[in-house]
C-alpha cells in the first residue's frame, strides 16, 4: 500500500520501508506532537473493560435510547487502556484534517511513535503488550444502534477492522504497523464528532480515572459544573464493581483529585458534581486567522500549528482568559519567543 501525493506521505513512507506505490492508498502518522482526541461516542458509552486481567464478560449497555453490547474474544475485552491505539489514530487523522491533508481509514504508524505519544515505555515488553492491545481491539466485537456522524445504524463491528505488522526490526519487534479503523469510527472522524483530551490523560494509571475523566470532559466540558447520581456515574462508567465498592474508590478520587483540568466533589443525595479546575472564562477564546497560522507555519517549519494554538490558548486560560486587542499578534509574539526569534 502506499500514499498519495495529497496525503503528504509517499516519500516518508518508502523511507520507513512501507510498501511502494500502486498497492493502495493509507494514511501515513507522521504528525508532531498532534493534539490528543477522542470520539465523543466512546467517551459517552462504555464500550471498554477497566479491568487489568482478561474481561470474558459479555457486556450490555441501555441508555437514553442507546444500545450497546460488547462481546470479547478469547482474548478478552479491549480495555481502557488499549484505546490509547485509538486515540492516536484519531488525533493524527484530525490533525492532518485540520491541515488539509486527505486522510483513509488505513493508516501505518511507528509503533515507538504510539507509544511515545501516549506516555508508555519503549521497553521490549510495552512491544509486545502493544500486540496485544492490537489483537483484543480487533477481537472485541460492538453490536450497538448509537449514531456517529448523523448515521444512526444497528450494526456489529470490532474496534478495529485490522491490522497487520508491516515491517519488524532484527529482533523480531514490530516497527511499523497498518491499522484499518472501523467505519463506524471513520465516520465520527469525519464528522469530527470528537472532543480534545489533556495530555495528562495518558498519565492516570488506574483505569476508573481515565474512564471517569472521559466523562467529566464528556458531561461538563466549559460548565459551571456536571452533577450526576453514583449510581447513574457507576453505569456510564462501566464498572464491575458493587455500588458500595464504587463509591468507596470514587471518594478515593475526590480525595486525591487525580484527573486533569476536573475536581471532584460528593454532595448529600448520593451525587458527585464535576467542576473545571479553571474556572470558566467571561472572554469568548480569541479566533486567529488562517494567515496568521501560516505565518507561524514558517516561524517554525514542521511544527503542528494547531498544536502551538492549542498551547497558546492553554497559556490565554491560565493568565485569566483577558481581552487582547489582537489576538494575531499576541500569538505570533509567543511563538517568536518560542522558536528563538527575536
Not at 504508524?109 to 500486540?131: I, M, P, Q
Not at 471532584?264 to 448520593?270: I, Q, R, T
Not at 490558548?313 to 493568565?319: C, G, L, P
Request: proline share 5%; aromatic share 8%.
Amino acid at each position: 500500500m502506499a500514499s498519495g501525493g495529497a496525503t503528504g506521505g509517499a516519500v516518508s513512507a518508502n523511507a520507513v520501508g512501507y510498501p511502494p506505490e500502486g498497492q493502495g492508498d493509507f494514511f501515513l502518522c507522521d504528525l508532531f506532537d498532534a493534539i490528543p482526541k477522542n470520539d465523543l461516542a466512546s467517551m459517552e458509552h462504555p464500550l471498554f473493560s477497566l479491568g487489568t486481567r482478561p474481561d470474558l464478560r459479555v457486556l450490555s449497555y441501555q441508555h437514553n435510547g442507546a444500545q450497546i453490547t460488547v462481546t470479547p474474544s478469547v482474548k478478552g475485552l479491549a480495555t481502557i487502556h488499549d484505546k490509547d491505539i485509538l486515540i492516536f489514530c484519531i488525533s493524527q487523522l484530525m490533525a492532518a484534517l485540520n491541515a488539509g491533508r486527505q486522510v483513509s481509514r488505513v493508516l501505518h504508524l511507528k509503533a515507538h511513535d504510539l507509544l511515545v505519544a501516549t506516555n508508555r515505555e519503549t521497553s521490549g515488553d510495552a512491544y509486545r503488550r502493544l500486540r496485544e492491545a492490537f489483537e483484543r481491539l480487533a477481537g472485541t466485537r460492538i453490536t450497538t444502534n448509537i449514531e456517529t456522524g448523523g448515521h444512526e445504524v444497528t450494526s456489529g463491528f470490532g474496534l478495529i477492522e485490522s491490522w497487520e505488522i508491516v515491517r519488524k526490526s532484527r529482533g523480531g519487534r514490530m516497527v511499523s504497523v497498518a491499522v484499518t479503523l472501523s467505519d463506524w469510527l471513520y465516520r465520527a472522524v469525519l464528522s469530527k464528532s470528537v472532543l480534545t483530551l489533556s495530555r495528562g490523560y495518558f498519565s492516570l494509571r488506574k483505569p476508573l480515572e481515565r474512564r471517569i475523566y472521559e466523562l467529566a470532559r464528556k458531561h461538563c466540558g466549559r460548565q459551571d459544573s456536571w452533577q450526576v447520581s453514583v449510581e447513574t456515574l457507576l453505569k456510564k462508567s462501566g464498572s464491575a464493581s458493587p455500588r458500595r465498592v464504587f463509591r468507596k474508590m470514587i471518594r478515593d478520587m475526590i480525595e486525591k483529585q487525580p484527573l486533569p483540568d476536573y475536581a471532584l466533589e460528593e454532595l448529600p443525595g448520593d451525587l458527585i458534581r464535576v467542576t473545571p479546575k479553571t474556572p470558566v472564562l467571561e472572554a469568548a477564546p480569541p479566533n486567529l486567522r488562517a494567515e496568521t497560522l501560516e505565518e507561524a507555519r514558517r516561524l517554525m517549519p514542521g511544527a503542528d500549528v494547531y498544536a502551538l494554538e492549542a498551547d497558546w490558548r492553554a497559556m490565554w486560560a491560565r493568565m485569566g482568559g483577558r481581552r487582547l486587542r489582537s489576538p494575531d499578534a499576541a500569538f505570533l509574539g509567543w511563538v517568536k519567543k518560542r522558536s528563538g526569534h527575536s
